[in-house]
C-alpha cells in the first residue's frame, strides 16, 4: 500500500505530464470576463470613427482624459522637447538617463510631483517630495499599499460603488479582501457611520482581520467629492479601530472647482499626532488628471516612514522610467503653466459634465448631482423591466448592441441600487459626444412610442 | 504577546509545528488570555466614544494604538544584512572619480556597462525626438504616446525584440512576438513569473553562486522559496543532475514543493555559457520531475569568448521535450546599458502563462513613448549589429585587461565567456578559509583597498574567498590604480 504513494509523490508523473501553474496564473479575480471589460471588447471589434466608421461603438466606458492635449502639446513644443528629454543638461545628460534606476526617484521629479499636487490642492496641503514613491501608475501604487497594509486573507474596507478595477488591483496577487462599505442614493451615496461600522462588523462576523479602508475622492464612479465632515468621520472610525485610511485622489485635479474638494491632505495638515498621522496614505498618478496614462507615472504618499520605505524598495517591480522622469520634471515645476493648465482643465471638464447631464435631461434622464472626474453616473433605473442585477445586464447589452455605446453597468461596480450606469465624456471629441447623446435621445423617443 | 505567535501559525494552517512545543504555548496563550482580561482594557479602541475620540484626535500623549503594516512588508524596510547591498551603499558615500576623488571607493559590485555608451549617445542624438513623437504626418503629437495602450507592449515592439534577441542569440533561434510580454525591466519579469508558475510557500531550485537580487526579487512579495543547488569550482561552477535531483529529493523530504529551476545563463555571477548538453540535461530533469525551467538570460548579448550561446528556447523548440515548461527572461539593462528605460521580457511558451502575464503587466508596463524609442532602436539593424559587435569586443579587451592585472598579482579567475564581471578566486588573500575569513576580506576591500567587490556568500557560494568583480563601467586606466590597491593591501597582510 504504501509503496505507490510514494512513487506517486515521489516522480510527479501523472497520465498527460502537464506542468501546473499556480492559483494566481488561473484565478479569474483579474475579472476580465466581467461586463465592464466584455464592452471593452466589444468596442475594439467596431470601434467608433468620425470619419471611417460613424455607426461603430462610441467607448464611453474608459475614464480617459484627452480634452486638454492641445495645452500639453503647445507646452511640450514651445520648450524645446530636446531640452526637457534629457533635463537641462542636454545630450551629454542622457548617461545619468540610461543608467538612472535608483528606487528613490529622481529628486528634481519627486518635487515637481508635490509642488503638482500642492497647487491642485490650492495650496491647503504640503507635500514633502521625500515622502512620494514612485510607481509605474496608480494601479500599481494600489496594489503595492495593499501589499503593505494587509497580509493574505485580511480585508480592506471599500465604499460601493467602486471602481471595476479594485477587485483586480487590491485582491489579485495580494490575497487580501475587499469587503463593502454600502453607499445609497438617499443621500447622493456618501458614507455613513453607520455603514462604516456594518461593514467593519460584517468583517469580523465571517473573522476576517480589517487593515484599513480605502475611499476615492473625488469618487469613481460617482463623479462626486468626498464631504469634508465625511472624511473627518472615517479618520475618527480608522483610528478608533486602529487601520490603515487610503485616499485614492487620482481625480484631485478633475473637479471643477477647486473650492469643492477636500484632500485628506488637509485634514492631517493641521495634527501633530504622529498615530493618527501615519495611518493615512495617499495615491495619485497623472493618468487622469494630465491625460497622460501611456506614460505609467503614479506616486503613494505616505505619512508613515515605515510605509515610505517599505514601498519604496519594493517599488523595484513598478519603477518609472528616467525618461519619463526627466521629460515631466521640468513641466510640472513649471508653476505658471500647471496653474494654467489646471485652471482650464478644470473648466473644459465642467461645460462637459453640463453638456452631458443637459443633455441627458432632455432625454427624460436624471444623473447624480457631480462635481468632478471624467465621467457622470446615470439613473437609468425607471427604464428596468425587472429591477435586479440581470434586469441592469439586460439593459446594459441593449445599449451596446442598440445604442452602440459601451458604458459601465452599476453591478459592475457593486452598487447596490440597480440601474446606475456610468458614463464616461472626456475620452472623445465634442462631435462624438453630440452624436452618443443623439444615439440616447433616439432611443428614449423609440421606446416612449412603445 | 510574541509566544502567541506560534500558536497562530497553526490556526492559519500553516503547521510544521513540533506537539512538544504546542501544549506549553497552549498554557502561555491561556494565561496570557486570563492576565489581559484582569487588566483593565483603555487601548480597546471600540469602546471609545466618538467624540471623545475626536478629542483625542487634536491632542497630545492619547492611548491610540500604533497602526501596524502587514507581516509581509516587515522583513523588506529592514536595513540589508547581504554584503552585496552594503557595499553598493557604501559606494555611494565615497564614490571613486579618476578627476575629482582619486581616492574614492571603486564600483565593481554593479554589473552595468558604459563601455558603447559614446555610440548609443549618437544614436539618442540623431534619432530620440523622431522616434518618440512621430505621427502619420510627422507632426508632433502627443496622443501617440499619451494614451493607454495594451499593457503587455505594442506589437511593434514584440516584433521588434523578437527580431532584436534572435539575432544576438546567435540567429538559431526564432521568437514569437505573441509568446511575449514586455515588463518594465528585468526585476518585474522574475517576479511576474514567479508569481505565475509557484504558489505561495512552494519553491524553485537555483545553482549557486546566484545573483543576490533573485533574493527580493522572488522572495519579497510571492512567498516562494529559493532552494540552493551548490555548484562547485571543480565543475567551473556548472550545475549537474545529480545535485539537482540530491536538492530536490531533500526538498522533498522537507514538505517543500520544488515548481521549477531557476538559473541564468550566460550564469551571474560566474560568467559560464552553459553548453547544449547541459541545457538539455536540466530540461529533461525538469520533464521528469514535471516543473518549469526559467532560463534568465539577460546577458544573452555580453558574451566575450569563444563558446556559443545557446538559448533555452532553442532547445525547447528542438521538439524534443515538452515546451509548455519553458520561460525565457530578458531585458535591455545589461545587453543595451539602458536599466533606467526599464524594458524587460517574458518569452513564455505556455500560452496560459503569456495570458496571465499580459493581464500582470497593469501593474508593470513600460511608457509608451519609451516602448516607440525602443521600437527605432531595435529595428535599426545596421546600427544594432554595428553596436553589438563593438559591445562584445571591448567587453572582451577590457576583460583580457582585468583579469591579466590579477593573473600578475597571483590571483586567478574561473573561466568565463559572459556577463559584465569576472569571477575572482581571491582565496589567498584569506586569514583563514571560511565564511568569516571572506567577509573580513570583503570588509578590508571596502574599507583599505577602497574597492567594492561582491562576494561569494552574499551569492550563496558554497566555497569561500570567491568575489564577483564587475569591469565594464571602467576606463583602462582604473585598472592599474585597481591592481595597485589590491597589491597594497595584499602587502600588508604579509607584514
Not at chain 1, 543608467?99 to 509642488?115: E, N, P
Not at chain 1, 509605474?136 to 501604487?141: H, L, M, Q, V
Not at chain 2, 576583460?399 to 574561473?414: M, N, S, T, Y
Request: charged share 25%; with cysteine; net charge neutral.
Amino acid at each position: 500500500m504504501g509503496l505507490p504513494l510514494m512513487m506517486e509523490r515521489s516522480s510527479n508523473n501523472n497520465n498527460n505530464n502537464v506542468v501546473e501553474l499556480s492559483r494566481v496564473a488561473v484565478s479569474d479575480t483579474h475579472g476580465e470576463d466581467s461586463p465592464y471589460f466584455a464592452g471593452w471588447k466589444a468596442y475594439d471589434e467596431n470601434p467608433y470613427d468620425e470619419s471611417h466608421n460613424p455607426s461603430g461603438v462610441i467607448q464611453m466606458g474608459l475614464a480617459e482624459n484627452q480634452v486638454s492635449f492641445d495645452l500639453l502639446e503647445t507646452y511640450l513644443e514651445k520648450k524645446n522637447p530636446e531640452g526637457s528629454m534629457w533635463g537641462s543638461k542636454g545630450a551629454p545628460g542622457f548617461r545619468e538617463n540610461a543608467l538612472f534606476q535608483d528606487y528613490h526617484g529622481l529628486k528634481t521629479f519627486r518635487q515637481a510631483m508635490a509642488s503638482f499636487m500642492e497647487q491642485i490642492r490650492g495650496g491647503k496641503a504640503r507635500f514633502d517630495p521625500d515622502r512620494i514613491v514612485l510607481t509605474a501608475g496608480a494601479t500599481a501604487a494600489n496594489e503595492l499599499l495593499t501589499f503593505i497594509l494587509a497580509d493574505p486573507n485580511d480585508a480592506l474596507l471599500v465604499p460601493t460603488p467602486y471602481y471595476p478595477g479594485f477587485d483586480r488591483d487590491l485582491r489579485w496577487r495580494t490575497g487580501v479582501k475587499i469587503v463593502p462599505i454600502h453607499c445609497d442614493s438617499s443621500n447622493h451615496f456618501q458614507i455613513t457611520p453607520e455603514a462604516l461600522e456594518s461593514a467593519y462588523q460584517t468583517a469580523r462576523d465571517a473573522n476576517i482581520r480589517v487593515r484599513g479602508v480605502l475611499i476615492t475622492n473625488p469618487s469613481n464612479p460617482l463623479g462626486a467629492t468626498v464631504q469634508k465632515k465625511v472624511l473627518e468621520d472615517l479618520l475618527d472610525f480608522c483610528v478608533r479601530k486602529n487601520i490603515h485610511l487610503v485616499s485614492d485622489e487620482i481625480y484631485s485635479g478633475s473637479v471643477f472647482h477647486a473650492s469643492e474638494f477636500t484632500s485628506v491632505a488637509e485634514i492631517v495638515e493641521n495634527i501633530d499626532d504622529v498615530s493618527v498621522k501615519e495611518r493615512v496614505h495617499i495615491v495619485y498618478s497623472l493618468s487622469k488628471d494630465l491625460g497622460l496614462p501611456g506614460f505609467r507615472v503614479g506616486t503613494i504618499y505616505s505619512y508613515n516612514d515605515n510605509v515610505v520605505r517599505t514601498a519604496r524598495r519594493m517599488s523595484s517591480f513598478t519603477l518609472v522610467s528616467s525618461q519619463t522622469q526627466h521629460m515631466l520634471a521640468s513641466m510640472l515645476s513649471d508653476e505658471e503653466f500647471t496653474e494654467k493648465y489646471i485652471r482650464i482643465n478644470r473648466e473644459r471638464l465642467r461645460r462637459r459634465y453640463e453638456t452631458i447631464v443637459e443633455g441627458l435631461k432632455k432625454a427624460g434622464i436624471e444623473c447624480l448631482k457631480g462635481n468632478a472626474g471624467l465621467f457622470c453616473w446615470m439613473n437609468l433605473g425607471f427604464l428596468l423591466e425587472k429591477k435586479t442585477k440581470d434586469g441592469e445586464l439586460q439593459l446594459w447589452d441593449v445599449i451596446l448592441k442598440e445604442l452602440k455605446l459601451n458604458i459601465s453597468p452599476g453591478s459592475s461596480c457593486h452598487c447596490s441600487e440597480v440601474g446606475w450606469f456610468r458614463v464616461c465624456f472626456a475620452n472623445m471629441s465634442e462631435n462624438t459626444l453630440e452624436i452618443a447623446l443623439k444615439r440616447i435621445h433616439e432611443f428614449m423617443d423609440r421606446r416612449r412610442r412603445f | 504577546m510574541r509566544l502567541i505567535v506560534p500558536l497562530r501559525g497553526v490556526i492559519q494552517g500553516r503547521g510544521g509545528l513540533f506537539v512538544g512545543s504546542l501544549i506549553p504555548c497552549c498554557l502561555f496563550y491561556f494565561l496570557q488570555l486570563y492576565l489581559k482580561r484582569r487588566r483593565p482594557p483603555p487601548s480597546d479602541p471600540t469602546e471609545l466614544p466618538r467624540t471623545f475620540s475626536r478629542t483625542n484626535l487634536f491632542s497630545r500623549g492619547n492611548s491610540i494604538g500604533r497602526v501596524r503594516v502587514s507581516s509581509r512588508a516587515v522583513p523588506v524596510a529592514k536595513p540589508s544584512d547581504s554584503p552585496y547591498y552594503i557595499g553598493l551603499e557604501r559606494v555611494k558615500t565615497d564614490p571613486y572619480d579618476r578627476m575629482t576623488n582619486t581616492d574614492g571607493i571603486i564600483q565593481l559590485g554593479l554589473a552595468e556597462s558604459t563601455l558603447c555608451f559614446d555610440l548609443l549617445q549618437r544614436w539618442m542624438s540623431e534619432n530620440l525626438m523622431e522616434s518618440m513623437m512621430q505621427s502619420d504626418d510627422g507632426e508632433f503629437d502627443i496622443s501617440s504616446i499619451a494614451m493607454y495602450k495594451p499593457f503587455e507592449g505594442l506589437l511593434e515592439l514584440r516584433v521588434a525584440f523578437a527580431d532584436f534577441m534572435s539575432r544576438i542569440m546567435g540567429g538559431n533561434v526564432s521568437f514569437d512576438p505573441s509568446n511575449m510580454v514586455i515588463t518594465a525591466g528585468g526585476t518585474p519579469a522574475i517576479e511576474v513569473l514567479a508569481f505565475c508558475l509557484a504558489d505561495h510557500g512552494n519553491a524553485f531550485l537555483i545553482p549557486t553562486p546566484y545573483y543576490p537580487g533573485f533574493d527580493r526579487d522572488i522572495k519579497f512579495r510571492t512567498g516562494v522559496e529559493l532552494i540552493p543547488v551548490h555548484c562547485r569550482s571543480s565543475d567551473n561552477f556548472t550545475v549537474t543532475v545529480s545535485a539537482l535531483e540530491q536538492a530536490l529529493n531533500q526538498a522533498r523530504k522537507r514538505g517543500s514543493k520544488v515548481s521549477g529551476i531557476l538559473f541564468s545563463n550566460p550564469s551571474n555571477p560566474v560568467g559560464n555559457i552553459l553548453s547544449r548538453e547541459t541545457l538539455c540535461d536540466i530540461l529533461r530533469f525538469a520533464q521528469e520531475k514535471n516543473i518549469h525551467v526559467i532560463s534568465d538570460e539577460i546577458f544573452a548579448g555580453s558574451v566575450y569568448g569563444d563558446k556559443e550561446f545557446v538559448s533555452m528556447a532553442e532547445i525547447a523548440g528542438s521538439g524534443e521535450f515538452d515546451k509548455t515548461r519553458v520561460h525565457i527572461i530578458y531585458g535591455l539593462s545589461k545587453d543595451l546599458s539602458i536599466p533606467g528605460f526599464r524594458a524587460g521580457v517574458i518569452y513564455s511558451f505556455h500560452e496560459d502563462v503569456v495570458n496571465a502575464a499580459k493581464k500582470l503587466m497593469r501593474f508593470s508596463s513600460v511608457p509608451v513613448l519609451v516602448q516607440r524609442i525602443l521600437i527605432s532602436l531595435l529595428s535599426d539593424v545596421r546600427f544594432i549589429e554595428g553596436y553589438m559587435a563593438a559591445h562584445r569586443q571591448r567587453i572582451r579587451d577590457k576583460h583580457i585587461r582585468f583579469v591579466e592585472g590579477l593573473k600578475q598579482l597571483g590571483i586567478p579567475c574561473a573561466e568565463s565567456g559572459g556577463g559584465l564581471y569576472c569571477w575572482v578566486d581571491m582565496s589567498s588573500l584569506l586569514t583563514s578559509y571560511s565564511e568569516k575569513g571572506e567577509l573580513e576580506l570583503f570588509e578590508k576591500l571596502l574599507t583599505v583597498a577602497k574597492i567594492n567587490a561582491t562576494p561569494g556568500t552574499a551569492c550563496y557560494c558554497i566555497e569561500p574567498g570567491w568575489f564577483r568583480c564587475c569591469f565594464t563601467a571602467l576606463a583602462d586606466e582604473d585598472i592599474p590604480v585597481i591592481m595597485e590597491r589590491i597589491r597594497q593591501l595584499a602587502e600588508s597582510f604579509r607584514s
